[in-house]
């Protein structure tokens, strides 16, 4: 007769749970960082075409003010490259780093918007 299966005795299994958490907390937390660093993605998509299209806007109105405008379109932690040009359709293009999340790896991620606006006649 097994020790399992003695009368009063039972199988002990306690901690158990707490092995097999510990052993999948590492995947969790993988998959967790990857759902936001895809909403971070998504995020600098979103804010890079706000500051094209304010740049489009302000550089259609007052030549020179693109610049400017992408920079108070956009949330205060992304630094965007703007591109402003044309006489007729000004053409505005922002480019902006996408953060990382997951430590020791630095991709370069960018995100870029263009956005083309009729110049104004005055």
């Known amino acids: 007769m097994s020790a399992s299966t003695r009368?009063?005795?039972?199988?002990?299994?306690?901690?158990?749970?707490?092995?097999?958490?510990?052993?999948?907390l590492p995947t969790l937390l993988l998959v967790g960082l990857a759902v936001i660093q895809l909403g971070l993605v998504g995020y600098s998509f979103q804010q890079a075409g706000s500051g094209a299209r304010a740049a489009a806007?302000?550089?259609?109105?007052?030549?020179?003010a693109g610049?400017?405008?992408?920079?108070?379109?956009?949330?205060?932690?992304?630094e965007p490259q703007v591109a402003v040009g044309g006489a007729e359709l000004v053409?505005?293009?922002?480019?902006?780093?996408?953060?990382?999340?997951?430590?020791?790896?630095d991709v370069g991620w960018t995100a870029t918007r263009t956005v083309t606006m009729p110049a104004d006649e005055d």
């Open 7 to 24: 009368r009063g005795e039972r199988y002990d299994d306690r901690g158990s749970v707490l092995l097999e958490f510990t052993g999948f």
């Open 57 to 64: 806007r302000a550089e259609s109105l007052k030549p020179g």
């Open 67 to 78: 610049q400017s405008a992408a920079d108070a379109a956009m949330s205060a932690w992304y």
């Open 91 to 105: 053409r505005a293009e922002v480019t902006v780093d996408i953060p990382t999340l997951i430590p020791f790896v």
